[in-house]
């Protein structure tokens, strides 16, 4: 078999109520169809494919409903053969079930059916984004002349996007029931890596839980927001008004893209509730019931209070400000044109409210979340008292999407 080149032409997934839904923000909505095509070679077609792990979980193993299509240069031996791929970390991996080809078939054209990827955790999301090393196999007799390890046969790469959550979506397009999926921009951005997931909490080397890992997550994740920010998107420190969050709905793609340069505390508070609902659910077999894989609310305090010393969302480093609102200055009927001014100084602006997120893990302190300011500390001068906030869930436009 020396010589026999590998190329993957097609790799699709066939009809299952496990794939779930990927839509861009801004995507007009198509007729939905439970099938993906994640490769196709000779179109030079990519698209994302996530799987709901709770409806193909087996001991140790994920059957997956994806059809992989390989042509060869020349006809391989006669056997059992099947594909493996590996996506840039080898405990993450995807193998086929054995194809038999028979004496004298002769083909050039391979077809491989039910597919199964191992990893150590299923409770947690994540995402293989990268090229993926994929290898033909031919099982081998165990005691034969080939020493009775499966032989390598060839061999080549392929870029692969694809996601696994623990249960369902927490987007759904409004007044559309069975409607749900995933926004490509926030998973894409904040799922985490299988390489990631496996270097927190891979049972043979790692004490950490998962309530510590979701600590670590949270934490990655604010950082990655408030790279959201800067020379497109800033706060706005002219009157710290909304321009994201028209009424209680939230225009989300609008965000994504940056479309104004401004937004306040109130665009930033939803934008962060948005990017912790794209984990998903997490399904509880025992009880056959869906929990939010992160629990999050979004909170608003009316006379908030004067800011401490801080940088603002979008701002450099060097800008620190205890007066919010300084390039409104004295276009109102208050105010100073100085970011950092005297504490007792008449003229120091205040924020009227202010909203935010509280992120809550089981056993443990809830904590405030709030990219307003890049230092995570609280934002006003005085303690927060958590009674004192209003809970509020705003409805998320993206195309008419809705957070559930």
Same mark, same amino acid.
Request: proline share 6%.
């Given at each position: 078999?020396e010589?026999?080149?590998?190329s993957?032409?097609r790799?699709y997934?066939?009809?299952?109520? /496990?794939?779930?839904e990927i839509?861009? =923000? ?10 993906? #095509?994640?490769?196709d070679r000779? /179109?030079q ?9 709770a409806?193909?979980q ?7 409903p #994806?059809q992989i299509?390989? +042509?060869?240069? @020349?006809s391989?031996d006669?056997?059992?053969y099947?594909?493996?791929?590996v996506?840039? +970390?080898?405990?993450?991996f ?10 004298h078939?002769?083909p *050039?054209?391979l ?7 191992s ?7 994540f995402? /293989?984004?990268?090229?993926w090393?994929? *290898?033909?196999?031919r099982?081998t007799?165990?005691g034969g002349a080939q020493?009775g390890?499966?032989?390598?046969v ?8 694809i996601?696994?959550?623990p ?8 007044d559309?029931p069975?409607s749900?999926? @995933?926004? @490509?921009?926030?998973i ?5 890596? %299988?390489s ?6 891979h ?5 950490m ?6 600590n670590?997550?949270?934490?990655d &994740? ?11 998107i800033?706060?706005? %420190?002219y %009157?710290?008004s909304p321009y994201?969050l028209d !009424?209680t709905t939230? @225009? ?5 893209? $940056?479309d104004?340069?401004l937004?306040?505390?109130y665009? #930033?508070a939803?934008?962060?509730y948005?990017?912790?609902? /794209?984990?998903?659910?997490?399904y509880?077999a025992?009880?056959?019931?869906e ?7 979004v ?5 908030w209070?004067?800011?401490a010393? $801080?940088?603002?969302f979008?701002?450099?480093?060097h ?5 919010p609102f300084w390039? !409104? ?5 208050k105010g100073? +044109?100085?970011?950092?001014?005297n ?6 602006e205040a924020?009227s ?7 809550r893990?089981?056993?443990?302190? =809830? ?11 609280? %934002?006003?001068d005085?303690?927060l008292?958590? +009674?004192e ?5 705003p409805? &998320? ?5 809705a957070?559930v």
């Amino acid at each position: 078999m020396e010589g026999i080149q590998l190329s993957i032409a097609r790799i699709y997934t066939s009809l299952d109520s /496990s794939i779930q839904e990927i839509r861009a =923000a801004g995507q007009p909505r198509s007729h939905h169809q439970n099938a993906v #095509l994640l490769y196709d070679r000779d /179109s030079q077609r990519q698209a994302p494919a996530a799987f709901n792990l709770a409806q193909v979980q087996r001991p140790g193993l994920v059957s997956m409903p #994806l059809q992989i299509e390989a +042509d060869l240069n @020349h006809s391989p031996d006669p056997g059992l053969y099947f594909l493996h791929g590996v996506g840039g +970390d080898e405990n993450f991996f995807i193998s086929t079930c054995d194809l038999n080809i028979p004496p004298h078939s002769y083909p *050039t054209k391979l077809s491989f059916g039910v597919v199964y990827a191992s990893n150590p955790r299923w409770d947690i999301p994540f995402k /293989s984004i990268c090229e993926w090393s994929w *290898t033909l196999w031919r099982r081998t007799t165990a005691g034969g002349a080939q020493g009775g390890g499966p032989q390598e046969v060839a061999s080549c790469r392929i870029p692969i996007e694809i996601y696994f959550f623990p249960g369902s979506t927490c987007f759904r397009l409004r007044d559309q029931p069975d409607s749900d999926c @995933h926004v @490509h921009e926030l998973i894409r951005a904040f799922v985490p890596n %299988s390489s990631e997931v496996n270097d927190y909490v891979h049972p043979s080397y790692s004490s950490m839980t998962i309530e510590d890992f979701k600590n670590i997550l949270a934490g990655d &994740i604010r950082r990655k927001l408030m790279d959201h920010g800067g020379a497109r998107i800033s706060y706005d %420190s002219y %009157s710290g008004s909304p321009y994201y969050l028209d !009424g209680t709905t939230f @225009h989300l793609g609008s965000m994504i893209r $940056r479309d104004y340069k401004l937004c306040n505390c109130y665009d #930033l508070a939803t934008l962060v509730y948005c990017a912790f609902k /794209s984990l998903g659910k997490t399904y509880n077999a025992q009880t056959g019931t869906e929990t939010d894989f992160f629990d999050i609310t979004v909170e608003a305090v009316q006379n908030w209070g004067y800011l401490a010393p $801080r940088v603002l969302f979008g701002y450099a480093p060097h800008v620190v400000t205890n007066n919010p609102f300084w390039k !409104g200055g004295r276009a109102f009927s208050k105010g100073i +044109d100085q970011p950092l001014v005297n504490t007792m100084d008449p003229n120091r602006e205040a924020f009227s409210s202010h909203c935010f997120t509280i992120f809550r893990l089981p056993g443990r302190e =809830a904590k405030v979340i709030d990219i307003c300011v890049a230092e995570q500390r609280d %934002s006003g001068d005085q303690e927060l008292e958590f +009674d004192e906030a209003s809970w509020f869930i705003p409805d &998320i436009d993206i195309m008419g999407m809705a957070v559930v």
